[in-house]
């Protein structure tokens, strides 16, 4: 065995700081960003960023947010151009078997993780917003993958699309060229790939019929 005594103080400092890092990494709430840049926001992204953390809360060990809209602009259905879209992709069901049964069964994916719900009957005066949606395939190497993707930026002639009506907010993402100077100062780095990452974050009830589909 080697005699390691010596180095025993020293060891811990080493390793009760490395350990406080990694403890603050994983304990970053909400974004699990940290705002590092002391520079103030404007009055109008101060005022969103505010708004946004408000309506912030954990239900049932998931996060549950409200989006950031905008005052001075009136949301529209959008159910036609949904409706019409939809129209199409089925079309194309129907020539491609294959793509038919991957499209299915992406669909009952998000809703046995929860992560769709079906929309309560019945009218209701609260403002709707219906998405369309398609597929998108990534290539990589021999492997194919499909994912189902919702165009916020879809809208009826003359009118405001989902992205028209909310906030685009504050960008808090840290500077890609400090990440990378950050992780050549270390030996060691600690990476992560959250699954379906924008998934994970629950839209509070209120306004989940601005998400239709």
């Not at 969103?48 to 060990?61: A, K, Q, V, Y």
């Not at 019409?84 to 991957?102: V, Y």
């Not at 165009?151 to 906030?167: I, M, Q, R, T, Y």
């Amino acid at each position: 065995m080697h005699h390691v005594a010596i180095n025993n103080i020293e060891w811990y400092q080493d390793f009760d700081l490395r350990d406080s890092q990694i403890r603050r990494f994983w304990s970053l709430e909400a974004m699990g960003i940290t705002d590092t840049d002391t520079a103030p926001l404007p009055i109008k992204d101060t005022a969103t960023f505010n708004s946004f953390s408000d309506s912030f809360r954990i239900e049932d060990g998931r996060a549950v947010v409200s989006l950031p809209k905008k005052e001075n602009v009136i949301p529209a259905d959008n159910q036609t151009n949904a409706r019409r879209r939809l129209q199409s992709l089925t079309k194309r069901f129907d020539t491609n078997p294959e793509f038919r049964t991957m499209y299915e069964n992406k669909m009952l994916d998000y809703i046995l993780q929860h992560l769709v719900e079906v929309a309560p009957p019945g009218t209701s005066e609260a403002p709707k917003i219906y998405l369309p949606h398609h597929a998108v395939k990534k290539e990589k190497r021999t492997a194919v993958k499909w994912r189902i993707v919702f165009d916020a930026s879809s809208h009826e002639p003359g009118s405001p699309s989902l992205n028209d009506f909310l906030e685009m907010g504050p960008n808090i993402l840290p500077e890609i060229l400090s990440i990378l100077l950050r992780f050549r100062l270390h030996k060691c780095a600690i990476l992560g790939d959250v699954s379906q990452a924008f998934l994970q974050i629950t839209l509070d009830p209120a306004d989940r019929d601005l998400t239709r589909f």
